[in-house]
């Protein structure tokens, strides 16, 4: 099976949460800062919109006993951009672009060799309303430049446009 990948997703290895996490998935869901989990047999996903999130993540996995890097390789953790794929080298991650319904165009990730072409999601995730469909991906220097920070409410962080005046909103697990 493979997983979806939007913005910046965090692949985990299922056995290393299982080993690490005395409960299993059960205590690992409570642990996950947003909604954006979905799972196959083999394989985690949790998604984030921010690489200081995806870092505060990676640290508290690997702070639980889950390895994230050995020589540069990934070993039990993996981050992947929707657009650029795997960010280290990792060689039990494959990652690619798959018809959804056979007409969405999405990023996945599934373990290497794995035959099965079922891509799971987030529960309630929804292609005209994700990321795939709408990317809006805004590089950090360019928010910096081109974007006023307004406020955090409900777990975002509100920036207006400065070119159109329109409020963007970037889904945070921390505040900024």
């Not at 099976?1 to 690490?20: Q, T």
């Not at 919109?49 to 505060?56: A, G, K, L, S």
């Not at 540069?72 to 951009?81: H, L």
Request: proline content about 3%; overall charge negative; charged content about 25%.
């Amino acid at each position: 099976m493979a997983v979806l990948v939007e913005a910046i997703s965090v692949i985990i290895k299922k056995e290393a949460v299982e080993r690490e996490f005395s409960k299993g998935i059960n205590e690992f869901v409570d642990f996950v800062p947003n909604k954006t989990l979905c799972a196959d047999d083999e394989i985690i996903r949790v998604g984030f919109m921010t690489p200081d999130d995806v870092e505060n993540f990676v640290r508290q996995l690997e702070q639980n006993g889950i390895a994230f890097l050995e020589n540069g390789k990934s070993v039990e953790i993996a981050v992947v951009d929707q657009f650029n794929g795997i960010t280290t080298d990792c060689d039990w991650l494959d990652y690619g672009t798959v018809l959804l319904e056979g007409k969405y165009k999405i990023a996945a990730c599934q373990i290497v060799d794995s035959k099965v072409s079922v891509v799971l999601t987030p529960e309630g995730w929804d292609y005209k309303n994700s990321l795939s469909h709408n990317p809006g991906n805004i590089l950090p220097e360019r928010l910096k430049k081109s974007f006023k920070f307004l406020r955090h409410e409900n777990g975002l962080d509100v920036y207006l446009n400065l070119a159109t005046g329109k409020e963007i909103f970037v889904g945070r697990t921390e505040k900024t």
